[in-house]
Nanobody, 115 residues
Framework: QVQLVESGGGMVQPGGSLRLSCAAS????????MDWYRQGPGNQRELVAT???????YYADFVKGRFTISRDNAKNTVYLQMSDLKPEDTAVYYC?????????WGQGTQVAVSS
């Protein structure tokens, strides 16, 4: 069974940085786009960033210039480098990917930005 496991969340002060990781495990023969979503308190889940297998990226306007998505295809892992974090970035961050033609979600990792 394929799983996505996130790590790297935590609490940070405004202006700080965090790096999230999401590793796919199991019997894998194909991974398409890999995405990061987030869901803040009382909000709907929203797309943060996407990266294609070839490395093309897309960012939501609210993170452009602050967040960087990357992936290591050999390790079946996607990363989200977050800088200049703001209180409004507080959310549970979820990894999503189409693995073996099936949409898979991670369990989420909490990011809290507070002074």
């Amino acid at each position: 069974q394929v799983q996505l496991v996130e790590s790297g969340g935590g609490m940070v002060q405004p202006g700080g940085s965090l790096r999230l990781s999401c590793a796919a495990s199991g019997s894998i023969f194909s991974i398409d786009d890999m995405d990061w979503y987030r869901q803040g308190p009382g909000n709907q889940r929203e797309l943060v960033a996407t990266i294609t297998p070839g490395g093309r990226t897309y960012y939501a306007d609210f993170v452009k210039g602050r967040f960087t998505i990357s992936r290591d295809n050999a390790k079946n892992t996607v990363y989200l480098q977050m800088s200049d974090l703001k209180p409004e970035d507080t959310a549970v961050y979820y990894c999503n990917a189409r693995v073996n033609y099936i949409n898979v979600w991670g369990q989420g990792t909490q990011v809290a930005v507070s002074s």
